[in-house]
């Protein structure tokens, strides 16, 4: 079945895959094994996740296949009473060849969101299948059933009459009540299934940091295999705020909202269900019944659950029970969601200190940095830079690296940047500036072996620190530098040489009575200075590392006619491309690169 790419595209994909389903279980022999409702909801639940990924990708239209079969046991050759395997596989067909499904994607790359999940919570085997005209995501469930064996061609051919003749069920009841047998379904669903959907439910909650989601995860799970409808509260600072309503029927969603936006649903509310009047919207149900939880956690209160059931005066006890521990469950997943938010704001705001919110602009000289900080979740690592101005005819750039990549590293990386920029202040020259550091970082260093041990002593620094003085009247600049425990720089000439700018010496904080010497030089227009960590130099590809036979500077070589940020992003791209395992160490990339002056006086501005 082919459906538009729009809003609506998902809820007639359900209808079609439960009207397929249905039809094909009811007209097969009485060999085949029956199609439980469980596994219908299922199929219903991840088709709607796979269109709505594919129609955001797709142009016009999607395209919706279903097929039912035996698996891997047929019926035919199970002696009888045996169990057999039914199979559905449904797939979603992109017709644009060359988009990728973001969806399907994470399935095998983001392995912390809900949709992978689900699929590995409820199917048997999913994926994405390239073709030359078409992408085509898809899923496979399976279900054991128990099956009987033909007993005569008068048996079967009266089984397949009765078949035909028998009332399909509705596929998805959009009504203004539903049948008088929902009930008993939905409740011997809750006592029969109840324990495996909680478990399904908790690991599913318990993957989200995201509060929202949560809430968006907790109406896709209750509805409809519980409730109707329902919506989700949660707290703010000013009162309560209706995060998400779902409904069975996603063409009522829009109706919905505005109704349950008037509920105005207390804080004290009962974890065990509290009756709450019929809510009136256009197109509603006349009757039915609704309860609300409280979502609780920690002793505090989270926000609300609000669930319905249409024309029904009241809801089975096992229902009721099963949605109270569910609540429980999304209760307990937005605390930890909250809990993770606020930690990683606080985080995020230190880490936002630790580097410069920008770099300082040199008359004359073109720079670029890259920096890639190697910590999930961390926006700084061990690795840390600058580059400021002292004056309005000196300025001053940095390179560091703390042993290590984790917050402890991060929280040294501040202390180094700030006291660098505090000694230049100060009037320090490179040699004198290095000198000083490195005191106070074997100072820290043996306050920290006498407090907390030995492994806590060993926060060493390697830096390369250096000043730049533009030559205003024929451009470039004159540059002194020093390198303590640093990789050294390489300096590219206009004649496509490359040399090293200036000899590492002892790595900062060992011994404090190190003297260390700066180099001072002519910065040429036209030339290119690189500075890298260990980050870059380091990469390995088995036992071979990136700067090997001069690896770094074969690379800058090819960089020559390159401005400065091109050259930054060359050299990026060649530690990535160096080996095929992921980077596992901080990256960090400054490039300095004199300008050519355009004509007598006049130079050029850094960009």
């Known amino acids: 079945m082919r459906v538009p790419a729009n809003e609506l595209a998902a809820s007639a994909a359900r209808k079609f895959v439960r009207a397929v389903l249905t039809e094909r279980s009811a007209l097969r022999s009485p060999t085949a094994p029956a199609i439980s409702e469980r596994l219908l909801d299922d199929a219903a639940l991840l088709v709607s996740e796979l269109v709505t990924d594919v129609a955001a990708q797709a142009a016009i239209e999607v395209e919706v296949l279903c097929r039912l079969d035996t698996g891997r046991t047929a019926p035919h050759d199970s002696p009888e009473g045996s169990t057999g395997q039914v199979g559905i596989v449904v797939e979603v067909l992109d017709p644009t060849p060359s988009a990728t499904l973001r969806g399907t994607k994470g399935m095998h790359s983001d392995m912390r969101g809900y949709r992978p999940r689900l699929m590995r919570a409820l199917a048997q085997s999913w994926g994405v299948t390239y073709r030359h005209t078409e992408n085509a995501a898809w899923f496979r469930l399976e279900h054991e059933a128990k099956t009987t064996v033909e007993t005569g061609r008068q048996d079967l051919t009266r089984s397949l009459a009765e078949a035909v003749h028998r009332p399909l069920p509705a596929p998805e009841p959009v009504t203004a009540a539903p049948p008088h047998g929902c009930r008993s379904r939905r409740t011997g669903w809750a006592e029969r299934e109840g324990q495996t959907f909680l478990a399904e439910a908790g690991e599913l909650l318990a993957g989200q940091l995201d509060e929202d989601m949560v809430a968006a995860l907790a109406g896709q799970l209750l509805v409809p295999r519980l409730a109707d409808w329902c919506g989700v509260w949660l707290t703010t600072d000013s009162g309560m705020r209706l995060c998400h309503v779902w409904h069975r029927d996603e063409r009522r969603i829009h109706t919905l909202r505005p109704a349950l936006e008037k509920e105005r649903l207390p804080a004290g509310l009962s974890t065990t269900g509290t009756p709450w009047p019929w809510p009136e919207f256009p197109g509603a149900e006349q009757t039915g019944s609704a309860l609300a939880f409280a979502l609780t956690a920690g002793g505090q209160c989270q926000g609300a659950l609000l669930i319905g059931h249409a024309g029904l005066p009241h809801m089975t006890d096992a229902v009721v029970r099963l949605s109270e521990d569910v609540a429980r469950r999304v209760a307990q997943a937005v605390?930890?969601?909250?809990?993770?938010?606020?930690?990683?704001?606080?985080?995020?705001?230190?880490?936002?200190?630790?580097?410069?919110?920008?770099?300082?602009?040199?008359?004359?000289?073109?720079?670029?940095i890259v920096y890639e900080p190697c910590g999930e979740g961390q926006t700084v690592g061990g690795d840390f830079y600058d580059l400021f101005p002292m004056g309005s005819r000196r300025w001053c750039f940095l390179l560091g690296d703390v042993c290590g990549h984790d917050l402890e590293a991060m929280s040294a990386t501040g202390l180094a940047r700030h006291l660098v920029r505090l000694l230049a202040r100060e009037g320090h020259g490179v040699q004198s500036l290095l000198n000083r550091l490195n005191v106070a970082m074997a100072e820290e260093a043996a306050e920290a072996l006498a407090v907390r041990g030995e492994h806590e002593g060993s926060r060493f620094l390697s830096l390369l620190y250096g000043e730049l003085q533009p030559d205003m009247i024929v451009g470039g600049a004159r540059c002194t530098m020093a390198s303590a425990g640093h990789p050294p720089p390489l300096r590219l000439s206009t004649d496509g040489s490359v040399t090293k700018a200036t000899e590492p010496q002892m790595l900062l904080g060992i011994d404090e009575q190190q003297e260390f010497h700066a180099h001072t030089f002519t910065f040429a227009p036209g030339e290119t200075l690189l500075c890298v960590t260990d980050g870059v130099t380091e990469r390995r590809r088995g036992a071979r590392q990136l700067d090997d036979d001069d690896g770094l500077a074969k690379v800058l070589r090819g960089c020559l006619g390159l401005g400065a940020k091109a050259v930054a992003e060359r050299v990026r791209r060649a530690a990535h491309d160096f080996s095929a395992e992921p980077i596992d160490d901080d990256l960090a990339v400054l490039v300095l690169q004199a300008v050519p002056v355009d004509g007598p006086g006049h130079v050029r501005s850094g960009q």
Do not use: E, H, M, N
């Open 335 to 368: 605390a930890t969601a909250r809990r993770y938010t606020k930690q990683a704001s606080i985080s995020s705001s230190l880490q936002r200190r630790q580097l410069p919110t920008s770099l300082a602009v040199i008359p004359g000289v073109d720079t670029a």
